[in-house]
């Protein structure tokens, strides 16, 4: 409620840009977080593996540093908001090594950080837009920089979610 907020009171368009996009990422990843808690409650039922466990606190630690990240940008931080979670996102791709993909056989998988690199880099595309913001260089054209990217990645999202249904 406080992004929606902020997304019609703020009177800097940048601001109204940023807090759209994080309003739409937040609903998504707030949406992944359970899928992903389904999954670690799935796979632990299939398997006993130490790396369920290892993935399973790395997660509830990502969605602690999210959640924080999400009200303090609802708080009106929206920048430092941005890129708590952002650092949040990272710490998970950097940390998770592992897949899980309850329907497959072995539904627990090992991914390198080799596999992860082009999600990281777009992290830190994203998180070095943020930094941009923060100093206050172009925040307009960042603003809707990274409110394109909340845009598509949602998008992407739920046309994975449609197609994986059909």
């Given at each position: 409620m406080g992004l929606g907020w902020q997304v019609f009171a703020q009177q800097a368009l940048s601001h109204r840009l940023l807090a759209l996009g994080l309003l739409l990422t937040g609903?998504?990843?707030?949406?992944?977080?359970?899928?992903?808690?389904?999954?670690?409650?799935?796979?632990?039922?299939?398997?006993?593996?130490?790396r369920l466990g290892r993935f399973y606190q790395v997660l509830l630690l990502a969605i602690a540093g999210q959640l924080v990240g999400f009200y303090l940008a609802a708080a009106g931080g929206l920048g430092s908001g941005t890129g708590a979670i952002m650092i949040s996102i990272i710490g998970f791709n950097l940390a998770a090594g592992?897949?899980?993909?309850?329907?497959?056989?072995?539904?627990?998988?090992?991914?390198?950080?080799?596999?992860?690199?082009?999600?990281?880099?777009?992290?830190?595309?994203?998180?070095?837009?943020?930094?941009?913001?923060?100093?206050?260089?172009?925040?307009?054209?960042?603003?809707?920089?990274?409110?394109?990217?909340?845009?598509?990645?949602?998008?992407?999202?739920?046309?994975?979610?449609?197609?994986?249904?059909?």
């Open positions: 609903i998504e990843q707030g949406r992944m977080a359970m899928v992903d808690l389904r999954q670690v409650a799935t796979v632990g039922q299939q398997v006993d593996d130490r592992v897949q899980l993909q309850p329907e497959t056989e072995p539904p627990l998988r090992s991914v390198s950080l080799r596999e992860r690199s082009g999600v990281l880099l777009a992290d830190g595309l994203a998180l070095a837009l943020v930094g941009l913001w923060l100093a206050d260089v172009g925040r307009v054209w960042i603003g809707a920089g990274l409110l394109t990217i909340a845009l598509t990645y949602v998008a992407v999202k739920l046309g994975l979610g449609v197609r994986s249904r059909l």
